[in-house]
């Protein structure tokens, strides 16, 4: 599956060996019930429960251990200052499209392990020319990987898994990791309830619990949240996604609301046109505020003002103007002090009507008066 273990000179095969269990508990493969037929009932009990357990992730191809990840260099020749995974994941099918995972058998100190996380950062921040001549992340020329949405493009998750035989507390180099990685894994915190990543994810868990439930069950903990959580949920942003969800439903429901609002406005204009001709209809409710403004804005004339045809004769005389339209208190009040409006303007007497001369409807006693 691999180069043989770096480790296997200090620690001896029981790295490699873990590293394997690892991938087997990680996988779960699924026996063959058809040829344990013959077998004992408690061997065949045993492969009925393993059958009945939940899925692993993905097939046998898509482990690779001792994958060399190099922060210098290329994927053939690469410098120093890299990183060794000892196992990548890759089942974009099951959600995990990259995973990067780490193995201590509890003799590393977390100053190593946070030496290590140094290191992937390193390789996931080196970009390189891609085949188009656009420059990317080193990764993403080997690895298919979704994009991530705005604001919250993570790294390929980084999982720990501690199988305690060596010294160390796992709860205590976890503690300690922790902090000394907080620059690389934390996120920033939205109103809405979520953060939004722009690191690397660290999960770490134990190798009892991921051997007894897979990756299918909450044995998972994420640096940075307080309880713990299946392997998609801790590598993913369930808020984020319960935040989006949220978000879509109320913007389905305004837009049902729209459709509904409008096939009002239908049916209304509808039963209006399929009114008896005789009824007058107005054709926008703009429209009847626009009339009902006009009617009761209206100016209201003071008794005794002169028609228009004398005001533009008036208009033609300074000295015997009438006061302007628009301000008929004032007018009001002028004519009351005077008695009568000024119109001492000498207007001739005509017996008959002559051309280009304005008249109106002729009341008894009235006199023609030439323009």
């Known amino acids: 599956m691999g180069d043989p273990a770096r480790g296997a000179g200090r620690t001896g095969t029981s790295h490699p060996m873990t590293v394997k269990e690892a991938v087997l508990a990680l996988l779960r493969p699924k026996p063959e019930l058809s040829q344990l037929v013959r077998e004992s009932a408690d061997v065949f ?16 191809a898509s482990y690779a251990t001792e994958v060399a990840l190099p922060a210098t260099g290329t994927w053939a020749n690469p410098g120093k200052g890299g990183a060794q995974a000892d196992i990548v994941i890759t089942t974009p099918e099951d959600g995990v499209p990259l995973l990067f ?15 290590k996380i140094y290191k992937y950062v390193r390789f996931c921040q080196q970009k390189v020319k891609d085949v188009d001549g656009k420059e990317r992340p080193m990764w993403r020329t080997r690895w298919w990987v979704p994009d991530g949405r705005h604001g919250d493009q993570p790294h390929p998750p980084l999982l720990l898994v501690f199988n305690r035989i060596g010294p160390r507390n796992p709860n205590t180099v976890i503690a300690q990791l922790a902090e000394l990685t907080e620059r690389h894994w934390k996120g920033t915190w939205y109103e809405g309830g979520f953060h939004m990543y722009d690191g ?6 134990s190798m009892k619990h991921l ?35 949220r978000q879509q439903a109320e913007y389905a429901a305004r837009q049902q609301e729209h459709v509904e609002q409008q096939r009002r406005i239908a049916a ?47 208009a033609g005389r300074p000295d015997c103007r009438t006061p302007s339209r ?37 009341a008894p006693g009235a006199k023609w008066c030439h323009a």
């Open 200 to 205: 690397k994810p660290i999960v770490v868990t």
């Open 101 to 115: 995972a780490e193995i201590d058998n509890c003799f590393k100190s977390a100053q190593v392990h946070a030496a």
């Open 268 to 314: 209304q204009q509808k039963a209006q046109r399929d009114q008896p001709s005789g009824v007058r209809r107005l054709r926008h409710p703009v429209h009847r505020r626009t009339v009902e403004s006009r009617r009761t804005n209206r100016v209201a004339r003071p008794t005794g003002y002169p028609p228009a045809p004398v005001r533009r004769l008036q």
């Open 326 to 362: 628009a301000s008929p208190a004032r007018a009001s009040r002028r004519a009351s002090a005077k008695g009568a409006w000024n119109l001492d303007v000498p207007i001739p007497q005509m017996s008959d009507w002559a051309p280009n001369a304005w008249h109106s409807t002729k």
């Open 211 to 245: 051997k007894e439930h897979g990756p299918a069950r909450a044995v998972f903990r994420r640096l940075g949240r307080p309880h713990n959580q299946t392997l998609l949920e801790a590598i993913g942003n369930p808020r984020r996604e319960a935040h989006d969800t």
């Open 45 to 60: 009990a045993a492969a009925q429960a393993a059958f009945d357990a939940p899925a692993g992730l993905g097939a046998i």
